[in-house]
C-alpha cells in the first residue's frame, strides 16, 4: 500500500500542476476577450482566430482542470443519501463510484476520443472560417484530460482504500447548504 499510497500522491501533485497552471488561460481569455471585442468596435477589425481561441482556452480550462476538480472534492454531488452517510459510508460510495463509473467512462471517452483526435491530425484538420485555428491541438486534448481524469480517480480509490484500512484518516463531515 506504501507504493500505491506514493503513485496516489505522484498523481496529485500531477493534477494540481496542471490545474494551477491552467487557470492562468481564464486571465488570458478574459484579456484576450477584451481586445477582440475593443479592436472591434474601436477599429472595425475582428480576429476569426482570436474568436476561436477565446473557446479553445475555455475548453482547456474545463477539461484540465476536472482533475484538480475531483481531487480536492469540488465537483457536485447528489446529497440526498451521501451526507447521511458515516464517513466510512462516504469513503465506499467514493471508491466504488471511481471503480464502477468514473474510470469506465473515462477510458471510454479516452478510446474514441484519440481515433477523432488522429482523424482529424492525419486530416490537418482546421476551422471553416477565414483566419480560423487548427482543431486537431484542442480534440488532442480530450484523451489528455479524460487519461488525467481517469488517474485521478484511481488516486482517490487508492486514498479511499487506505482510509477502510485505516491506514489514513477519514474525512470530515461534509459542509452543505
Not at 500522491?9 to 490545474?19: H, M, Q, S
Not at 475531483?70 to 460510495?93: A, K, M, N
Not at 484530460?145 to 479511499?160: D, H, P
Request: hydrophobic share 55%.
Amino acid at each position: 500500500m506504501p507504493v500505491l499510497l506514493r503513485l496516489s500522491a505522484v498523481i496529485d501533485t500531477l493534477n494540481r500542476r496542471i490545474g494551477q497552471a491552467t487557470i492562468w488561460l481564464i486571465l488570458a481569455c478574459v484579456l484576450l476577450s477584451a481586445l477582440t471585442a475593443t479592436l472591434r468596435y474601436l477599429l472595425d477589425w475582428g480576429s476569426n482566430a482570436m474568436i476561436e481561441a477565446q473557446w479553445f482556452m475555455f475548453g482547456l480550462v474545463f477539461l484540465l482542470c476536472a482533475p484538480w476538480t475531483l481531487q480536492e472534492s469540488g465537483h457536485v454531488r447528489v446529497d440526498i443519501l451521501y451526507t447521511r452517510l458515516p464517513p466510512r459510508g462516504r469513503v465506499w460510495v467514493d471508491v466504488i463510484g471511481s471503480l464502477l463509473f468514473l474510470l469506465p467512462v473515462c477510458l471510454l471517452i479516452v478510446w474514441d476520443s484519440w481515433g477523432w483526435f488522429l482523424l482529424s491530425f492525419h486530416q490537418q484538420e482546421s476551422s471553416f472560417n477565414p483566419g480560423g485555428l487548427w482543431w486537431w491541438p484542442m480534440k488532442l486534448t480530450i484523451p489528455v484530460a479524460f487519461t488525467l481524469l481517469a488517474a485521478q480517480g484511481v488516486s482517490e480509490a487508492i486514498k479511499g482504500a487506505a482510509m477502510l484500512m485505516d491506514l489514513k484518516s477519514l474525512p470530515a463531515a461534509p459542509v452543505g447548504h
